[in-house]
């Protein structure tokens, strides 16, 4: 293996932190990156960063420890704090665990308003601090984000000229013809099936007939919250997977249309419940869905079984821990696995209270802490091929100490998106973003991701 800076460029390209943490290596190899990472606080900051919350990174240190010199560890004692009071924008200094001792936030992850969201929506209220004996409990450190509203990042996209999946034009008649079709069946209680199928078909022909174009975050940026943007946003991640997985095109068209109506049976229920005089009970509209829309588009006719059981199953979970019917491992199909892991992302990357879209790479570090729970880990490992580990829409520091944004992944490059950077070292926001393409470059890369406001 190669020598220290060998081993720095190799973390730094992509594939040795995933190889390490999938048990690749040879013993050999995988005590001299552990060692390396000890000792390079660059390279364990960035491997900090990309397993995040995953505790499988500590679990190989503490392997490494007990198979060197056992050493005496001092007592530990443990102070509980309150989720909301967390300090946002600070980088841990040590682990949060859950009532039950498990880890959930790594030491050297920062606090962003959506990972905070995210433990929330577990029902987690408190987390322990771990800290040694001699030590005090740390006082929050009060952390000044920069803000961005989102005309900026249009700019940024603007100025970066990425090429989008799919044209502004294809995603716009996808929106509108999603939008229509929902307004009918809600009002008249039928749906052209044959328009959305259509809509469906010409952004599945524009992702699948340009593999060279990923995915940017001008596919990603539909700031509302309406069920037409999500389910549009959830389509392209959608049919970006699986064409990273390799199925073949025509097989996926024939699961596009599925995949944009995978929440139709919410329409269903709302009509249904007009109809009566009644209103929708949110929580029996998530529980019931499912079911409803299979069975209103099984009724419907044309559309193949498999991919019927896609929107019976986008909230199945691989663990079996998912709805309606907790079906779990092989029982999901790869298209189930494609359009859970989708639908999962998308409801992750939107704040519910202003709207806006965020925390793409803090969603996605969720995803990957939770490996093997929603989905395979062949299809998780095809998802970060297709997003990098911080997705379009992250937030991130280079070794410069710049901050930039994401705005482009390059598949086969996890650690190498295109950035566009934004902030100077003090934090002063550039005239004009100047692009830095990761995938071009030795000289630069990245240390960390970042929390940055978004506004209105």
Request: contains cysteine; negative net charge; charged residues 25%.
């Amino acid at each position: 293996m190669e020598n220290n800076e060998g081993l720095c460029h190799a973390i730094r390209e992509e594939g040795l932190l995933t190889r390490l943490l999938d048990r690749e290596l040879t013993p050999t190899e995988e005590h001299r990156v552990l060692t390396h990472l000890r000792t390079c606080h660059e390279c364990l900051g960035i491997a900090a960063d990309v397993m995040y919350v995953d505790s499988r990174l500590k679990e190989l240190f503490e392997q490494h420890d007990e198979a060197r010199i056992p050493k005496e560890r001092p007592a530990e004692k443990k102070f509980m704090l309150e989720v909301d009071k967390l300090p946002i924008g600070k980088a841990l200094d040590r682990d949060l665990l859950d009532e039950n001792d498990v880890l959930l936030v790594a030491a050297g992850t920062v606090l962003t308003h959506k990972l905070i969201d995210v433990l929330k929506r577990r029902g987690i209220e408190k987390l322990t601090l771990r800290a040694t004996e001699v030590e005090e409990e740390p006082e929050p450190m009060a952390v000044d984000m920069p803000t961005v509203t989102i005309s900026d990042m249009n700019r940024f996209i603007s100025e970066a000229g990425v090429e989008p999946a799919i044209s502004e034009y294809t995603r716009r008649h996808c929106l509108t013809s999603i939008r229509k079709s929902f307004d009918s069946l809600e009002k008249e209680g039928v749906i052209a099936l044959h328009e959305v199928e259509e809509s469906a078909n010409m952004v599945a022909e524009e992702v699948l007939n340009r593999p060279q174009v990923a995915l940017t975050l001008s596919d990603m940026i539909l700031m509302d919250q309406s069920l037409h943007s999500h389910s549009v946003n959830v389509l392209v991640i959608f049919l970006m997977a699986s064409r990273a997985m390799g199925h073949p095109v025509q097989l996926v068209r024939d699961h596009a249309t599925a995949a944009l109506l995978h929440d139709i049976g919410r329409i269903v229920i709302r009509r249904t419940a007009a109809a009566n005089g009644k209103t929708v009970d949110p929580e029996e509209e998530d529980a019931e869905h499912t079911e409803i829309g299979y069975a209103y588009l099984w009724n419907l006719g044309g559309i193949a079984q498999t991919a019927l059981k896609m929107v019976m199953n986008h909230h199945e979970r691989y663990d079996g821990q998912g709805y309606p019917r907790s079906l779990k491992g092989t029982n999901l199909s790869d298209w189930d696995q494609l359009l859970i892991l989708a639908n999962t992302f998308d409801c992750m990357t939107w704040d519910r209270t202003t709207g806006i879209r965020e925390g793409f790479h803090e969603a996605l570090a969720a995803l990957i802490q939770n490996g093997g729970k929603f989905v395979r880990k062949g299809i998780m490992r095809a998802i970060i091929q297709t997003f990098g580990h911080y997705p379009p829409g992250s937030w991130v520091m280079l070794n410069s100490g710049e901050v930039g944004l994401v705005t482009r992944a390059h598949p086969g490059s996890p650690l190498k998106p295109l950035v566009s950077v934004v902030f100077d070292p003090r934090g002063k926001k550039y005239q004009k973003s100047k692009i830095v393409d990761l995938g071009y470059t030795q000289s630069a890369y990245i240390q960390r991701a970042v929390s940055v406001h978004t506004t209105l």
